[in-house]
């Protein structure tokens, strides 16, 4: 995490002194950004940079479901299972990736390069069903297009 | 100062009240779980909903958030709150157990009281209650049952507030949220950790060393003084029923101290103690010594007096070193009757801090760990580096007497409460009570008197401090 401590010196620049809790959040996305999740030497660094108690930072971390305390596979492929994806069968997709990876949603493939993840909406229910993979959407998503997509991801 | 009309009553509220205040203040009752005088507004747990009444029409809010002003009118028990507080009673209840009874906090649970007084209506949920961990340790003296937790965040608002330990938290959300300790186990060091058990409005924050020990309304609070420092806490030491005593069992459960909670004192330690405070029985529930002996060889209590008598008649230079765990009361006795027989009569500190016990803090933990240095000092002269060496004679009263450094050759008479090696060397030894078994007073170090009621009887083998130091003191020989 020392290493990105210019960076948060710059984001508290744009905060007035005394909202050191407030840099929470942007500091833990950056630090997850770097480092693909958020370890537990992270959380005490970060505790004691912002002069935050500890469990600040846990309750954020647990509150939001897209913090990770764990690495993840190189691929994280997020498959939406909200209302407008499951009309437009998200679930077969779903249960097309457990077939595919041979793991279940929260896992990563014992090679390390797939997690399988089941999320809320995406805000893109116009392309349902909508599968992301690390930061890029797939959209109208088929079983042939899971397959295609996979296989060009090493 | 506003008038506010509460159920149309006129009331006079406090400019900076709200209106839950304005109405406990003036003996009309509000319910509320997450609301607490000397914790922040948290206006989670909605039950203390009151109607506004004004000329466009009516509206329900809670109380706890809602400032007074001039000339407002609030309705606590119009038929739009009744339906609003049993509506939220079915929320609060929606994922709650209902396990009361093997609920170590049935017979004192608000939720409890709140379910009968204001709902008493079954869930009408279809849902399977959401399941969450039980026996959850959230430090080494406190068990955590989320099942039974409402989330009011009371626990948590007194980490950060009032300890400032900033040890707990509530993790996740919704209907999974969860109280939980910080990961570096700062909780176990919060040293005023336990008064979140009785912050907790419901069942879910347990004392381990009161699981499963009995029902409330088994026992009794005693109103008492903590020993544990200078502060002297008001605390209520709680023991079993004189009629609900046990008859199978453990006989010693019915003289044992179950637990001990704070009695509030805003004068000297509004409504919190320290965990030492909840530990009293350590204290007093160690081996007591009942038997007076001579040179260690076991006497009658009336044979003990007057050996003593006779030393201290005997003596021309006697000292005493009295108890600063004496009441204000023996310690009176002691100058009104004894001290006359005595060339100097010293301030003995009984108890030195335990190893690795917290010496003091700005909040209610003092340095001195005894309870009546200063109505002590207000009577007696601190003791000297040394006792003078021609002194022939001491009565050591209380603990802490360093036997070992006592001028050489002089007679020992020593009054003490528990069992230790030196009880059997002292030339007479006269088993005194302890603080739970007589009413007195202790003055703290600022000076407030606070005084206890006994809990339990002395035993007739032991002696009562006060009422030994008028037969020692006394002219004509006392029959024995």
């Known amino acids: ?154 | 100062m506003p008038e506010i009309f509460i159920d149309g009553r006129a009331v006079q509220a406090e400019k900076d009240q709200t209106v839950l205040q304005a109405a406990l203040a003036n003996g009309i009752f509000i319910p509320y779980f997450c609301w607490h005088p000397q914790l922040s507004v948290a206006g989670n747990c909605r039950i203390c909903v009151v109607e506004v009444e004004a000329k466009g029409g009516s509206w329900l809010d809670i109380s706890c958030n809602m400032p007074v002003s001039e000339g407002m009118r609030v309705r606590t028990d119009s038929e739009e709150v009744r339906a609003q507080r049993k509506a939220i009673l079915q929320f609060i209840t929606l994922n709650h157990p209902v396990d009361c009874g093997i609920c170590d906090k049935a017979g004192e649970c608000t939720l409890q009281d709140y379910h009968y007084a204001y709902n008493g209506a079954p869930s009408i949920s279809h849902d399977p209650k959401v399941r969450a961990t039980k026996f959850f340790d959230l430090s080494r003296r406190i068990l955590l049952d989320n099942e039974r937790c409402i989330l009011c965040s009371r626990c948590v608002r007194f980490t950060r507030e009032i300890s400032k330990s900033h040890a707990l938290g509530i993790e996740d959300r919704g209907d999974h949220s969860l109280v939980r300790p910080a990961e570096d186990g700062c909780f176990d060091d919060d040293p005023y950790s336990d008064n979140v058990i009785d912050l907790c409005p419901v069942g879910a924050l347990l004392a381990k060393s009161f699981l499963y020990k009995a029902r409330v309304w088994y026992l009794r609070p005693t109103p008492s003084v903590c020993p544990g420092c200078e502060r002297g806490c008001a605390v209520n030491l709680w023991h079993r029923r004189p009629e609900w005593q046990l008859n199978a069992l453990d006989p010693r459960q019915n003289t044992a101290i179950a637990r001990v909670t704070p009695r509030e004192n805003p004068a000297v330690n509004g409504p919190w103690i320290c965990n030492k405070g909840r530990d009293l029985a350590a204290i007093f529930e160690r081996a007591r010594a009942e038997q007076a002996m001579l040179k260690g060889a076991p006497v009658g209590l009336a044979e003990a007096i007057a050996a003593a008598r006779r030393l201290i008649e005997a003596a021309r230079h006697p000292v005493a070193l009295v108890s600063n765990w004496g009441s204000n009361e023996e310690l009176a006795a002691f100058k009104r009757s004894l001290a006359g027989r005595f060339s100097a009569a010293f301030v003995k500190i009984d108890r030195q801090p335990d190893p690795g016990e917290r010496l003091e803090d700005d909040f209610l933990i003092k340095r001195d760990k005894n309870p009546n240095t200063a109505g002590a000092r207000a009577l007696f002269d601190d003791a000297p580096a040394a006792l003078p060496a021609a002194t022939d004679l001491v009565l050591v009263w209380g603990e802490g007497g360093d036997f070992a450094r006592l001028p050489a050759g002089a007679k020992t008479i020593l009054l003490g409460s528990y069992l230790a090696p030196e009880n059997g060397h002292a030339d007479v030894f006269i088993p005194v009570s302890i603080q739970t078994e007589r009413r007195g007073s202790y003055t703290n170090f600022a000076g407030v008197v606070s005084t206890f009621e006994p809990c339990f009887a002395k035993k007739p083998a032991v002696a009562d401090a006060e009422a030994l130091f008028a037969q020692l003191g006394a002219e004509e020989r006392v029959p024995a």
């Open chain 1, 1 to 154: 995490m020392k290493h990105l401590v210019p960076e948060f010196e710059r984001l508290k620049a744009r905060f007035p002194a005394g909202f050191e809790s407030s840099l929470v959040l942007p500091c833990l996305r950056r630090i997850q950004e770097d480092r693909g999740f958020v370890a537990d030497s992270d959380i005490a660094g970060l505790a004691a940079y912002l002069g935050v108690p500890r469990i600040q930072i846990e309750e954020a971390l647990s509150f939001y479901t897209q913090f990770r305390r764990k690495p993840i596979g190189r691929w994280h492929v997020q498959a939406c299972r909200n209302v407008s994806c499951s009309m437009r069968g998200a679930e077969r997709l779903i249960d097309h990736l457990r077939r595919r990876l041979g793991v279940a949603p929260g896992e990563t493939t014992p090679d390390g390069r797939f997690t399988l993840s089941t999320v809320e909406c995406l805000g893109s229910c116009g392309t349902a069903p909508v599968v992301m993979v690390n930061d890029a959407y797939h959209e109208g998503m088929t079983a042939e297009k899971i397959d295609a997509l996979l296989a060009g991801l090493e």
